[in-house]
């Protein structure tokens, strides 16, 4: 069977390259015989799909130049209360890139998905399209870059407060007082999270959706950050009990900020393993004091107490006395532990389940 091919060109569309794009995708696959534009719509088009044995499929495309989860979230909604949900029409979303969010949403919704990176979903009647895994190409460096970028020490701040306890529904202006931010700088960690339906803003003001989803997605910031810290191995003859008890003493002594992280303060919060290594929090700043006065000495080989330099404060944000060791926060001791080897995300994961989504 000879298949026959049409290309209808739509000069006066809006959607040109969105309509040749679906185009090329659909018209190289054997059943399908063309693609006809009918008409423009507001955010999209509508197309006839023919396929060789003359069905026609009405598809009704959307195009976004950015579709976070909260803008399908919306689509969706809409398209329900909307004719588009009858049989004979399939709902499809194009957009530069498609998240898994996203894709996931869409899934959820049997709406179809292209996106121009290469990724797609579609399901229409017995034809099904697949093509999974493609990164965006249409990151710049600016748009790439996120409130869990480590270096970003007002955003870092912010998350802090917001996962220290997410029963609190924030109002922005108190948000920003209490951390003495501007209120331009929280609105940027909202938007961020509403947008991926992490968070929403009700009349009461922020609340906290899918802390998993922002914990997990902040972890991976900071586990690539590998520049973030100067690890130092150490080693004391100390057990680890006794060095403790010498580290609680040495703090209050000498005032150096420093507190237990990882598996050391992990166990304060929820005592899931045993562990034969220390690590610790420390600023930047106490560093060379710390050296001077410790009782612990660096090493290439065999520590069993490990620093973690900091050269800025939020770090230490949320930080409590456990059993009269000074202990990291439930939220910073997650951060480390996902990022550390061995049975670390083990305890991280009880940390988040007992301190965090509590």
Known sequence: MVKERFIVKVVSSTYIKEYNFLCNKLTKI???????????????????LIFIDTKIIKLNITVFNKAYPSII???????????????????VVIAPFIS?????????????????????RLLIGSLFISEQGNQNKFVTKRSSKNIFDPFSKVSSLILRELMGDISIIWKLSHLSKKLQCSIGQVSKVKDYLCERLWAQ?????????????????????????STLFNML?????????????????????????????????????????????????????DLQQFLEKSICKQVDSGANVQLHIVSSMEF?????????QLTASPVQVYLDCMRLKGRT??????????????
């Open 30 to 48: 054997p059943v399908i015989n063309r693609c006809e534009y009918l008409l423009e719509k507001k955010n999209g088009f509508l197309v006839n």
């Open 73 to 91: 979230n919306d689509l969706i909604k809409e398209q329900k209360r909307e004719s588009f949900t009858q049989e004979n029409y399939y709902n």
């Open 100 to 120: 898994k969010e996203s894709a996931n949403l869409c899934e959820e919704a049997n709406v179809g998905y292209l996106d121009m990176s290469g990724n797609s």
């Open 201 to 225: 803003m009700t009349l009461d003001g922020l609340k906290i959706l899918n802390p998993k989803a922002i914990m997990h997605s902040w972890s991976e910031a900071y586990s690539q950050k």
């Open 233 to 285: 191995d150490c080693y004391t003859l100390l057990s680890i009990q006794e060095f403790e008890d010498q580290l609680r003493q040495f703090r209050t002594e000498t005032e150096i900020d420093c507190c237990l992280t990882g598996f050391a303060g992990g166990v304060r919060y929820t005592p899931v393993v045993r562990y034969n290594k220390v690590h610790l929090l420390i600023a930047e700043k």
């Open 316 to 324: 230490f944000y949320g930080a409590q006395v456990i059993s009269n």
């Open 345 to 358: 995300k083990e305890i991280a994961e009880a940390v988040f389940s007992k301190e965090i989504a509590k």
